[in-house]
């Protein structure tokens, strides 16, 4: 299977294009095709990921004695070899003439490997329970096959980045599944809000997009292929210079916070709430935007010798990450919708992912991305569940919410598990990722972002207990008769609530589990990264603050203590409170700045400039020809014209006759003043040269 | 098939065309169905012969001239009737034949007023061996002929059938592009003066490779040619002819324009400018590059400002351009390929965009943005193809336009050995920087003819969706639009090796 793996994606590209073709015409109208084409895209991808557990533990057996010899080698210089290079596990390569161009060729393929495999398994799976879940969600939509074809499509487009063997091919899933984001956001787009969320998306993600294109550039000539294990390779053995190395990570991480909603180009991911919930959960918050994650760790070697991880206290990789956790955690505090707290708290998560990539916590970093896309995807189709069922399509907690524990308790209970996991409550999946990632940052020395992460746990496990509270906890305050979802959408949510309590366990370091990062850590062409071992004061830390960012919530909440009102009081409570509820000003500047003035003064300066100024001179010279024409005709072509151009002047004259035809003549004159100054100036240039 | 391969197949590939327009010129004037079956018939013959080249063609050995004929015809000026086709000409050529099919099907039964098919597709038929033939001719002077060809047809197309400003616009497109054509013919005039023996041979002096010539008069001769291809292409800031013509121009007329005369700048550009005059392509090639990137930015900045969607897709079509002779300015292998690429794609959907904003056009009697909207919800097939369009004409990887842009940007990092580096590398951060932009315009554009819903003066009138001869003219478009995009090597196998052939001839001329 792993060398088969390309029908992973083409399964769901087929139907794709079956969907388009005769998706109306079907009983379900689609559906069936997209959720059977992906029901066997996961089950391939099971197959994948036992076929590598099994490959991965094949080696590491045949060399136990030398790997625990090798622990705690921690030789950085490749060469001494540490465990590395005993279980060495290559990723299983397959591919193709793609295009070529200066006689070299360049192949499309795939690269399967622990890490793909791991994304294999989660996009495939959160996209069954997502074409699942939508079947009874989206029933009725006016352009409902239209959803799964797209569904579809994005799912194959995804994959396709996720298998790609080079960065081009990576770079064309990446756009695809941006177009998909695209469409998807603007699925009501008769409604104009939801178009410009779209178009808003699309172009944000397009700035860093810029970036990602050039790092690509850079690091094809850096190491002269698009080849991502050449390039990591030579970035690894320090084939390729520094300096080019700290360009390519620069622009590179451009395209991630693009596309993983980094500050300061995060503003995009909030609007996209504007698209259907079940599109939020599996692009917005699963699997599209930790495409920016998973280059990062797809090309770990380039940013972790680029950024110079191996050593350092602080870097522009860990610092965007740490004020996205802030950043975004703030903003969930003060919004409404409970789609837009999801959809910060998805920035603020995967802001932990990037740092926890620029702190050296590469398994961390992506263990959090896999237990991440579990209990998110789970969080935001509870909350589709709410309003599906229990609030009469509104997302409005403060409107239309409340005390619906009672009236649908298989999504109150899923939704709590999710939110528990999320704020890293020990035994849920969030715990152990979060952990590993915060420990991490304390033993490699990033201290500062140790304590960013902590204050990221608090306010986390804050803002997610006062959703909990707005949406199911006092009086129900919507105007519908809330009642409990239908299977089709409570059984994806229970699938999704079991791994985010399970999830974790893969890599629970305090139960001396360490399978995922013995899956999923390439072992071939990256670094030799050091992993924590268990802390018990450290992750008793960690709980400790989230346990208190629930109580103090609680308190604020359920128990209606604290400063209620205080943002009527005091005039910088305000102030703060406004600044937030502006989301810090930044859509502003985007929109009527940047993009204002663009769209308004400097392109219309550039018109100006080209209707008058070049324009200008052009009608210049025509009006002035024409007088030298008139001239011409009337002082010189009245007497004498040398030989030269009356030779010319007859076959322009049959021109001529031609268009006076339809015109006055005036293009004959200039013709044969254009021609006569030809002939005189081809004269000149042969004397000239001789 | 001994006589298709020694010149007779090529030859009925360029003149095919006018053989028909005599037929047609031949039919009475009221037998409309007549006159357009000989010239769909006509056009279609002509692709035949044109994929009976893309089938007897010798894919090992792109780089040389194939299906050559070089007879004598001018003997007083040594000119020849020398032509042939290599892996550069022949998608080129294809591309021609394909966009003209599609002209006549999508014309057949809305002729733009003064109606007249007769005249329309005479000149439709006219135009198509002007192209055909520049692409394989082989002599300056056979070559200057079939470029001037196409401005006739194009003058009268845009004069008669166009919009209200047409007068100017007609003869704007005429003088600005003649205006070039004379400099240029100056400059083949030189070439033969000034070489030994003298000769007009396109191959004879591309293996010259400019020896002989001091260097100033070679940058003299080149700017000439410059001038010549540059407005063609356009480049900024020669380009002010092209908004007003294709604003002007009936449907078809934009769509040839666009597809294929651009095309005939850039293919100067390769065939001639730069084989023959390595050296002086060498000095100005940071020039041509800095315009190609202002094209890029300025283009793309004049798109925003614009409420006449046509105008829009005009002006993108100078913002590509600009990706087309970055290429060409790196002198690379890979900038050429990808330039040539870049003409293809964008012959295929910036074409396919003239389609559709002729066909908007055609259901509201407008093209002001701030007027239409909603055309998903009165015709969704129409808006859904327009989206598709927009998307590849922004660049999206899958599709055709992205091999032309990508790798264009890509080259600009490591221009010719002795082209400045850094400032290349600056066009390079612009030009990526110009890939936001064309997704701001495009996408804006089409959030508001497609997306929202119809404005009230539209509410209640019928607009039909994409209708028979619309989806037949389209569909092979849209298809290579696809084709290219997800299999990039259908092209760049092609042009591969003519490429490395003129970059390598480059890279000689200029190292020894």
């Not at chain 1, 603020?348 to 998110?376: D, E, I, N, P």
């Not at chain 1, 298989?410 to 990632?437: Q, R």
């Amino acid at each position: 299977m792993l060398r088969n793996a390309w029908l992973i994606p083409l399964l769901p590209a087929l139907s794709f294009v079956a969907i388009l073709l005769v998706g109306k015409r079907l009983p379900r109208r689609g559906a069936e095709l997209g959720v059977g084409a992906v029901g066997a895209s996961f089950v391939l991808a099971c197959v994948a990921a036992w076929q590598w557990i099994d490959r991965v533990e094949g080696a590491t057996g045949k060399s136990e004695g030398l790997r625990a010899f090798g622990k705690g080698v921690l030789g950085g210089e490749g060469g001494e070899g540490g465990e590395h290079a005993e279980v060495a596990v290559a990723p299983v390569t397959r591919g193709f003439t793609w295009w070529q161009n200066g006689n070299v060729e360049f192949n499309v393929g795939i690269a399967i490997d622990g890490l793909t495999v791991m994304m294999l398994f989660v996009v495939t799976l959160v996209s069954f329970l997502v074409h699942v879940y939508s079947t009874s969600y989206m029933e009725g939509d006016r352009r409902f096959t239209h959803f799964y074809a797209l569904l579809s499509l994005f799912t194959a487009s995804m994959l396709l980045l996720v298998v790609a063997d080079n960065t081009i091919q990576l770079l064309v899933g990446w756009e695809l599944v941006g177009l998909c984001s695209f469409v998807l956001i603007g699925h009501w787009w008769e409604e104009k809000p939801n178009a410009d969320a779209a178009v808003k998306a699309f172009l944000t993600t397009r700035v860093g997009d810029v970036g990602l294109m050039i790092g690509i550039i850079v690091l094809f000539f850096a190491a002269g292929t698009f080849d991502i294990q050449a390039i990591n390779a030579q970035a690894v053995e320090g084939e390729i210079g520094h300096t080019l190395l700290v360009v390519a990570s620069a622009c590179l991480l451009g395209g991630i916070i693009g596309k993983s909603g980094q500050f300061p180009l995060h503003t995009w991911l909030p609007d996209a709430m504007a698209g259907p919930t079940p599109v939020s959960a599996l692009i917005h918050a699963a699997t599209m935007v930790v495409a920016g994650v998973y280059l990062g760790a797809r090309l770990y070697p380039v940013f972790f010798e680029g950024f110079s991880i191996d050593g350092g206290t602080i870097n522009v990789m860990a610092l965007i990450g740490g004020t996205t956790i802030i950043i975004g955690a703030a903003l969930a505090f003060v919004q409404n919708d409970i789609k837009k707290v999801l959809a910060y708290s998805t920035i603020s998560q995967l802001g932990y992912m990037v740092m926890g990539l620029g702190v050296g916590a590469w398994v961390a970093a992506v263990f959090h991305l896999f237990t991440h896309a579990f209990f998110k995807a789970l969080l935001f189709l509870g909350a589709g569940s709410v309003s599906h069922s229990g609030s009469h399509h509104s997302f409005d907690m403060k409107a239309d919410m409340g005390g619906l524990r009672k009236f649908m308790p298989v999504t109150f209970w899923t939704f709590m598990i999710g939110s528990l996991a999320l704020a890293g409550i020990i035994p849920f999946a969030g715990f152990w990722s979060k952990d590993e990632i915060l420990a991490t940052a304390g033993q490699n020395e990033f201290t500062f972002f140790l304590v960013v992460g902590l204050v990221g746990a608090f306010m986390t496990a804050a803002y997610m207990t006062r959703c909990v509270y707005l949406t199911f906890f006092g009086e129900y305050r919507g105007h519908g008769e809330p009642h409990e979802s239908p299977r089709a959408i409570t059984v994806p949510l229970i699938v999704l609530a079991g791994f985010s309590v399970l999830a974790g366990l893969v890599n629970a370091s305090a139960l001396e589990i360490e399978k995922f990062k013995e899956w999923v850590e390439p072992t071939v062409a990256f670094p030799a990264l050091e992993h924590p071992e268990f802390e018990l004061a450290g992750a008793a830390l960690a709980l400790a603050v989230a346990l208190l960012g629930i109580l103090v919530s609680y308190a604020y909440w359920f128990r209606n203590l604290g400063p209620h009102g205080i943002t009527a009081r005091n005039p910088l409570a305000r102030a703060g409170y406004t600044f937030l509820e502006n989301k810090y000003y930044l859509d502003a500047l985007y929109e009527n700045v940047i993009v204002g003035s663009i769209k308004g003064a400097i392109a219309r300066a550039s018109y100006w400039t080209n209707q008058r100024v070049i324009d200008g001179a052009v009608n210049g010279v025509a009006t002035g020809a024409a007088q030298v024409g008139r001239f011409a005709y009337d002082v010189l072509d009245q007497k004498a014209v040398d030989g030269a151009v009356n030779g010319l002047a007859v076959s322009t004259g049959q021109t001529g006759g031609l268009l006076r035809y339809v015109q006055s003549g005036r293009v004959q004159r200039y013709a044969l003043m254009l021609f006569a100054s030809v002939a005189l100036l081809s004269l000149a240039l042969f004397v000239f040269s001789n | 098939m001994d006589w298709f391969d020694s010149g007779w197949g090529l030859t009925l590939a360029i003149f095919l065309p006018v053989a028909g327009m005599v037929v047609v010129l031949a039919i009475p004037k009221a037998q409309e169905q007549a006159i357009k079956i000989v010239a769909l018939l006509t056009t279609l013959a002509t692709l035949a012969a044109g994929v009976g080249l893309l089938v007897r063609f010798d894919y090992d050995d792109t780089g040389d001239l194939q299906f050559e004929a070089n007879k004598s015809w001018i003997d007083v000026i040594q000119s020849r009737y020398h032509i042939g086709i290599d892996g550069i000409a022949l998608p080129l050529l294809l591309l021609s034949m394909v966009v003209t099919v599609a002209c006549v099907i999508y014309s057949w039964d809305h002729f733009p007023a003064p109606h007249n098919p007769k005249g329309f597709l005479a000149l439709t038929l006219l135009l198509e061996t002007g192209m055909n033939g520049t692409f394989a001719a082989q002599d300056l002077i056979l070559f200057f002929i079939f470029f001037e060809l196409v401005l006739l047809p194009m003058f009268f197309m845009i004069g008669v059938w166009g919009g209200p400003n047409r007068v100017y616009a007609s003869i704007k497109f005429f003088l600005f592009t003649l205006f070039g054509s004379a400099l240029m013919l100056l400059s083949f005039l030189a070439l033969f003066f000034l070489t030994e023996p003298h000769t007009f041979d396109i191959p004879t002096l591309a293996e010259a490779a400019g020896e002989g010539l001091v260097g100033s008069t070679q940058n003299l001769i080149f700017l000439g040619l410059f001038l010549g291809f540059a407005i063609k292409v356009p480049m900024f800031p020669f380009h002010t002819w092209l908004p007003d013509a294709h604003t002007e121009a009936p449907t078809v007329g934009s769509v040839i324009l666009a597809a294929v005369l651009l095309k005939l700048g850039t293919y100067g550009f390769v065939r001639i400018a730069l084989p023959v005059l390595p050296q002086a392509a060498e000095d100005w090639a940071p020039w041509i590059g800095l315009l190609a990137v202002i094209g890029i930015i300025y283009g793309a900045l004049c798109c925003l400002a614009q409420r006449d969607m046509k105008r829009l897709i005009a002006f993108s079509s100078v913002a590509h351009m600009g990706f087309v002779m970055l290429g060409i300015a790196t002198l690379t292998d890979f900038g050429i390929n990808a330039a040539v690429f870049g003409m293809v794609a964008h012959g295929l959907i910036t074409g396919m965009l003239f389609f559709l904003a002729g066909s908007v056009q055609e259901r509201y009697n407008t093209r002001e943005l701030s007027r239409l909207g909603g055309l998903l919800v009165q015709a969704p097939r129409l808006g859904w193809i327009l989206g598709f369009c927009a998307m590849a004409s922004l660049g999206l990887p899958g599709l055709a336009g992205f091999w032309g842009e990508f790798p264009a940007i890509l080259s600009a990092y490591e221009p010719l050995e002795g082209l400045p580096v850094e400032t290349f590398r600056t066009f390079m951060v612009f030009a990526a920087i110009g890939t936001v932009l064309a997704a701001g315009y495009l996408l804006w554009m089409f959030q508001r003819v497609a997306f929202g819903e119809p404005k009230p003066e539209f509410e209640s009138a019928h607009i039909h969706d994409v209708h028979a001869p619309e989806w037949i003219a389209w569909t092979p478009l849209l298809l290579l639009i696809v084709a290219l995009g997800v299999y990039p090597n259908l092209l760049f196998k092609i042009t591969d090796g003519a490429v490395t052939g003129v970059a390598d001839g480059v890279a000689k001329a200029i190292g020894g």
